[in-house]
């Protein structure tokens, strides 16, 4: 299946091409399990890849072996490689693991059996130090690419500790501090965008905002290439301090756009259905995976594990606040208040493998409450397998043949788990 994932863009336009365009093909296997879906087109030429509903239970079942490969940080981790609030978490060519640690500002990097291997950077401005980058990308070599807006400084680092380069932004215009890296184009191109990066306009209804899709040279101008809904809100009232506070609220179970690198193709997803929309680096859409899926209820046990979540990081600051900061029992009780989405997200995530496999986590409503659900996709948008996790692992990156889980034991410690991934029916990895 490695040689199927590894078909080429020129492969499979020259594939689509053949298709009739007056009308859609149904839903076809291709090889041991491996469905195809429905091909239409639409008015401006784009691709509809349309799965039924019943896509997932014909493909075949991967399964994680019960033993992890390897284990990072976690109780038996040093304060050093705390990862605590690491977000992104990277392979290298070598099976090696690389994370950003905010708090200290540190590239964290791990030996292929989880043992920590080197730590570098600090907080600051100076040589060797960083501020707030937006994300990590591994380019070619196992080279390291941060943009630090707030240092304004370009960083390419070596999992060595050697930085190679260091110049001074050449953009045209300031980025948002937060916004996130989702990988380098040919050519020496970034693609940023603004996911999660909550928008606070009031509203006594709930609305959704949007994120920005931008493709940003090493030098210049920058071009936005989509806008994608985003974070959803609502402004509600809570009293707190003997009086009534106003607040525009980011809804528990909120759905959030999804952007990565598909190869060289712009990836998104809105979340609140199951669609997929593949891009251009110019913006121009190729192709989009859909299947007619319900979202799953948000039922009071799942709000239970979210407040659950929620609460845990309130405790877990360091601080108490006190003053104009709302203290952490304050912190606690406007949790307790924010309303609620009534359905979850379809589509919970996306990441790439290093053979150009595309892996969708979503909370369709056919899975059980207990698992979070992965569907593996080739570059032609073929359906190649279904992965079940635990609802408290949470992935954070893909290898060819294996994931990294974010996992909490129970004092609530982070360790990342390197587990290989097999087909039940055949035994081999993906």
Known sequence: MQKLAMLTLCAVIACSSRESTSGAAPATPDGVGVLRPTLARDSNGVEQLTFPPDAFARVPQFTLDSVPIAVAGGANGSRDFDLTYARHVHFLSDHRLVTFA???????????NGAEERVIGRLGGGPGEFMRPGGV????????????????????????????????????????????SAGMLPGGRLVLHSSGI??????????????????????GARQRIATVPDLAGITVTQRLRGRDDRQ???????????????DSLVTTSPGHEYRVSVRAPSGVMIREITIPLQRRPVTDSLKRQML???????????????????????????????????????????????????????????????????????????MIGRLAIPRNAQPMAFGDDRVVLRVLDEDDVVALHVNRIRSTTTGVTP
């Open 248 to 262: 525009t609220v980011l809804l528990l179970f909120s759905p959030r756009a999804h952007v990565v690198l598909w």
């Open 198 to 219: 909550f928008d606070r306009t009031e509203s006594d209804t709930v609305f959704r905002s949007s994120a920005t899709v931008e493709v940003q040279p090493l030098t």
């Open 137 to 180: 990308t591994v380019l070619p070599g196992d080279t390291l690419f941060l943009s630090d807006v707030a240092n304004n400084r370009l960083n390419w680092v070596m999992p060595d500790g050697r930085f190679i380069r260091t110049p001074a932004m050449g953009w045209d215009r300031l980025v948002h501090l937060a916004e996130t």
């Open 308 to 382: 659950a979540r929620r609460l845990a990081v309130i405790d877990a600051m360091r601080s108490e606040g006190g003053g104009e900061t709302y203290s952490k029992s304050e912190q606690r009780a406007r949790v307790q208040l924010t309303p609620s989405a009534d359905s979850a997200p379809l589509i919970q995530g996306l990441f790439v493998t290093p053979n150009k496999m595309l892996w969708v986590l979503d909370d369709a409503a056919i899975s059980d409450e207990n698992q979070n659900m992965l569907t593996a996709y080739r570059q032609d948008g073929a």
């Open 102 to 112: 905010p708090i200290g500002a540190r590239l964290l990097v791990f030996a292929a």
